[in-house]
């Protein structure tokens, strides 16, 4: 499994990006790479359920190595709970999957998991997920979370240029990532440029 991989990764080289050697970094963007150059055709032999499945680890694997790479605003860890929270909108195979996370910590912090039916509360997150099936609600959800310190994240065509901050796709089999950086600074966050290198930059689309 391709998130299991990767989290052993983590335990044995730290879990901050801070702490990383300048040979560790080399090991974490060739992580990265590996996972972009994974051909997701690997799955096509594999029954629908199965194949999307793939995908979807395929996905977390690289959200979690990212993560690293990614600082968020200080006032954005004041929660009481002490957690960093996750927050699936929409039903779909990722939300089983990505709750293989709540083993781990994400900035120091224990991940909780939480699936989001009401709109009014996805600001309420760290990381929030729009699964692709919602892409109707979508402009709705970029909305509630316009002024909030949460990190975007989908698989939507289109979905960073509309206003979302991390998107991937597939191109010739593989999967690719794409950051609007400009919303991402807006929000006050701050990505790596290491990671900038291995992603495609967007802006916004002008309404």
């Known amino acids: 499994m391709a998130i299991k991989k990767l989290i052993n990764f983590r335990h044995q080289y730290g879990r901050t990006a801070s702490s990383y050697s300048i040979a560790d970094w080399g ?4 992580l990265i790479l ?3 150059s994974f051909s997701t055709k690997n799955a096509l032999g594999q029954e629908s359920n199965r194949k999307d ?6 996905q977390i694997a690289m959200i979690f190595k990212i993560l690293d790479f990614i600082q968020w605003p200080s006032e954005s860890f004041q929660f009481t709970d ?3 929270r996750i927050g699936v909108f929409g039903k779909s195979p990722m939300f089983d999957a990505i709750r293989i996370l709540e083993e781990e910590t994400i900035k120091g912090l224990q991940v909780k998991v939480e699936l989001v039916e009401n709109i009014n509360n996805a600001e309420n997150f760290h990381l929030l997920y729009i699964c692709p099936k919602e892409i109707s609600r979508m402009p709705l959800v970029l909305a509630a979370t316009e002024n909030a310190r949460t990190l975007t994240i989908s698989k939507i065509f289109d979905f960073a240029k509309k206003g979302g901050m991390l998107n991937f ?3 010739r089999g593989k999967m690719r990532f794409e950051i609007n950086l400009d919303k991402a600074k807006k929000s006050g966050f701050k990505i790596s440029s290491r990671v900038l290198a291995l992603s495609k ?3 916004s689309e002008r309404q």
């Open 34 to 36: 590996f996972f972009l």
């Open 53 to 58: 499945s793939l995908k979807s680890e395929l």
């Open 169 to 171: 796709y597939e191109r």
């Open 82 to 84: 002490k957690t960093f």
């Open 27 to 30: 090991s974490c963007l060739l």
């Open 201 to 203: 930059i967007v802006s």
